[in-house]
């Protein structure tokens, strides 16, 4: 499956961003699909994901962020909210089939989109 985030742009602190990930060949209705972020000087890190009608979050997003996903649509959204500077870093949708031990880790996904940019002004 191949994977496009969008969404992506300048947003002042507080405010709210939409992303979305979609798959732009095939579908992706079998595989797990998560949002990781990579900040500069930083590894990729995880930010949530949703599995088996299940919402996974990091804790840095928790209460904050919300994901979704339409399979209908082969869509899945990331709804941010009360945004902070250091959520600034380029976002980037992963599809794979992690078992539940390992929905936090990148290489646990194997199909990646090319990645937008966030950026949080203060």
């Known amino acids: 499956v191949q994977l496009q985030a969008s969404g992506g742009g300048l947003v002042q602190a507080g405010g709210s961003l939409t992303l979305s990930c979609a798959a732009s060949e095939g579908t992706f209705s079998s595989y797990t699909v998560a949002w990781f972020r990579q900040a500069p000087g930083k590894e990729r890190e995880f930010v949530g994901t949703?599995?088996?009608?299940?919402?996974y979050y990091d804790d840095s997003v928790k209460g904050r962020f919300t994901i979704s996903r339409d399979d209908a649509k082969n869509t899945v959204t990331l709804q941010m909210n009360n945004v902070k500077p250091e959520d600034t870093a380029v976002y980037s949708c992963?599809?794979?089939?992690?078992?539940?031990?390992?929905?936090?880790?990148?290489?646990?996904?194997?199909?990646w989109g090319q990645g937008t940019q966030v950026t949080v002004s203060s």
């Open positions: 949703v599995r088996m009608g299940r919402t």
């Open positions: 992963g599809a794979g089939r992690p078992i539940l031990s390992s929905l936090r880790r990148p290489l646990s996904h194997t199909s």
